[in-house]
T-cell receptor
Framework: QKEVEQDPGPLSVPEGAIVSLNCTYS??????FMWYRQYSRKGPELLMY????GNKEDGRFTAQVDKSSKYISLFIRDSQPSDSATYLC?????????????FGAGTQVVVTP | GAGVSQSPRYKVAKRGQDVALRCDPI?????LFWYQQALGQGPEFLTY????????KSGLPSDRFFAERPEGSVSTLKIQRTQQEDSAVYLC???????????????FGDGTRLSIL
C-alpha cells in the first residue's frame, strides 16, 4: 500500500462549481503538505503549501489539513475550464529536511463550459 | 531563462542504448532534485543534490542510473543500457532550500519524455 493515496478520477464538474480533491496518508511523519497543478505535458506547479492542521486560503483555492485523520483537501471555488488539469498532493517528512517529496498519483479534473 | 530548463524535451532510444538528460536549474538555486513520473502516476523521487554534493540517491532504481552536478549548477541524469521499463517522464526541480529550512518551494521543469523501444 502506498504511503499517499489519491483518487485518480477523472473528476468532471460544470463551470462555476466547487472542485473538491483529497488525499489520505498513512505516515504521521508527514508534516508539510502541498498541492501541485500539472497541465498536460508540463511540469507540476505549486498551488498551496501548508504546515499545520487547519485551513489556508489563497484566492479561489482553499487547502485543509487534518493531521488527526491523516487527510488533506483542496477546494477550488468558481471553477473555470482553465482549471482542467491533474492535481497532485505532495508531502514531506520532517526527517527529510532538505525537501524530498512524496506525491500522490494525481486526480484529473475536467471543468466543462 | 527564468525557470528550470530541461533538454531534450523528447527522447526516443532503442533498448540497450545509453541516454543523458540535462537540467538547467534556476540560477542560484542550491537544491536540485530528479523525479521519475510514470504514465498516470505522481512523480517519484530519484536523487537530490545540494550544490555539487549528491546527498541522497536512495530513489535511483538501479545502478544503471547515474546523476551528477559537477559544478553545482547544471545536472545530468544518465541511464545506461536502457530498458523498456525506463520509459517515463523525468522531471527536474530546483529550490533555494538549505538543509533545515524546509519551506522553500520546488520549481519544476517540463520534463524529458523518454521512450524506450
Amino acid at each position: 500500500q502506498k504511503e499517499v493515496e489519491q483518487d485518480p478520477g477523472p473528476l468532471s464538474v460544470p463551470e462555476g462549481a466547487i472542485v473538491s480533491l483529497n488525499c489520505t496518508y498513512s505516515n504521521s511523519a508527514f508534516q508539510y503538505f502541498m498541492w501541485y497543478r500539472q497541465y498536460s505535458r508540463k511540469g507540476p506547479e505549486l498551488l498551496m503549501y501548508t504546515y499545520s492542521s487547519g485551513n489556508k486560503e489563497d484566492g479561489r483555492f482553499t487547502a485543509q489539513v487534518d493531521k488527526s485523520s491523516k487527510y488533506i483537501s483542496l477546494f477550488i471555488r468558481d471553477s473555470q475550464p482553465s482549471d482542467s488539469a491533474t492535481y497532485l498532493c505532495a508531502m514531506r517528512r520532517t526527517t527529510d529536511s532538505w525537501g524530498k517529496l512524496q506525491f500522490g498519483a494525481g486526480t484529473q479534473v475536467v471543468v466543462t463550459p | 531563462g527564468a525557470g528550470v530548463s530541461q533538454s531534450p524535451r523528447y527522447k526516443v532510444a532503442k533498448r540497450g542504448q545509453d541516454v543523458a538528460l540535462r537540467c538547467d536549474p534556476i540560477s542560484g538555486h542550491v537544491s536540485l532534485f530528479w523525479y521519475q513520473q510514470a504514465l498516470g502516476q505522481g512523480p517519484e523521487f530519484l536523487t537530490y543534490f545540494q550544490n555539487e554534493a549528491q546527498l541522497d540517491k536512495s530513489g535511483l532504481p538501479s545502478d544503471r542510473f547515474f546523476a551528477e552536478r559537477p559544478e553545482g549548477s547544471v545536472s545530468t541524469l544518465k541511464i545506461q543500457r536502457t530498458q523498456q521499463e525506463d520509459s517515463a517522464v523525468y522531471l527536474c526541480a530546483s529550490s533555494s532550500l538549505q538543509i533545515g529550512a524546509g519551506s522553500q518551494p520546488q520549481h519544476f521543469g517540463d520534463g524529458t519524455r523518454l521512450s524506450i523501444l
